[in-house]
């Protein structure tokens, strides 16, 4: 009898991971963060302790699933928090965990698009997915138009993560303040309880590398 119940329980994983993988694969990373790693991170003043927390995260992965400790990066633009995030879930899925790595915006445009159509992905095996995953990755939050409907769904996203003690990672470009203001108070407080606050201040890389080019310009 115990023999069964294991066998059920991990036909039932397996049965939950194909499903996951189906709806998010890893080309949800898309080419750019599906190339990010720990070893390919470029190091600037301000960003040491993002960098810290985020392989601190990967190596404590098993503790976090217990307690459903995750991550909330936030900064200014271009100084590497997606890259940590999506290096976080380039490690894990490489360790078999089922991860979402997704972009906030374009996961609700996602949900928004399963109302006009009648066919194919509905909007409960979207939820049900980014409950059910290992790890939860919602990048760029905040970046979305405020609504009735986004604070909803947002909120029922992070709750179903909270109740369920499921660990998530967040990163924003937003001051905490607004992004308060743009996913609501009840979501923001979950997410508060939920996840160590992290600053990222570096300054943008992207900015920095195109001064470079610049500056190469203006010499030759």
């Not at 993002?50 to 601190?56: D, G, P």
């Not at 100084?79 to 996961?107: C, D, Q, R, W, Y």
């Amino acid at each position: 009898l115990e023999r069964k119940e294991r066998e059920r329980i991990e036909l039932q994983e397996a049965e939950k991971k194909h499903r996951i993988k189906r709806l998010f694969d890893t080309s949800m990373l898309g080419p750019r963060f599906a190339e990010c790693t720990f070893e390919n991170w470029i190091p600037m003043p301000g960003t040491e302790v993002a960098h810290y927390e985020a392989q601190n995260f990967v190596s404590s992965f098993s503790d976090k699933m217990r307690t459903g400790e995750g991550l909330l990066f936030y900064g200014p633009p271009g100084n590497g928090k997606s890259h940590l995030a999506a290096a976080i879930a380039n490690k894990l899925i490489s360790m078999e965990f089922t991860v979402v790595f997704a972009n906030v915006p374009s996961l609700l445009g996602r949900i928004r698009k399963t109302y006009s159509e009648k066919r194919g992905e509905t909007e409960a095996d979207i939820l049900q997915a980014v409950s059910d995953c290992s790890l939860l990755i919602l990048d760029d939050a905040g970046a979305e138009k405020w609504s009735d409907w986004v604070e909803t769904t947002l909120y029922t996203i992070v709750d179903d993560r909270y109740r369920l003690k499921k660990p998530m990672i967040i990163t924003t470009n937003l001051t905490l303040k607004a992004l308060e203001d743009v996913i609501g108070f009840r979501a923001f407080d979950r997410i508060l309880e939920m996840c160590m606050v992290v600053e990222n201040s570096g300054e943008s890389f992207r900015r920095r590398k195109a001064k470079e080019r610049i500056t190469k310009l203006q010499k030759s």
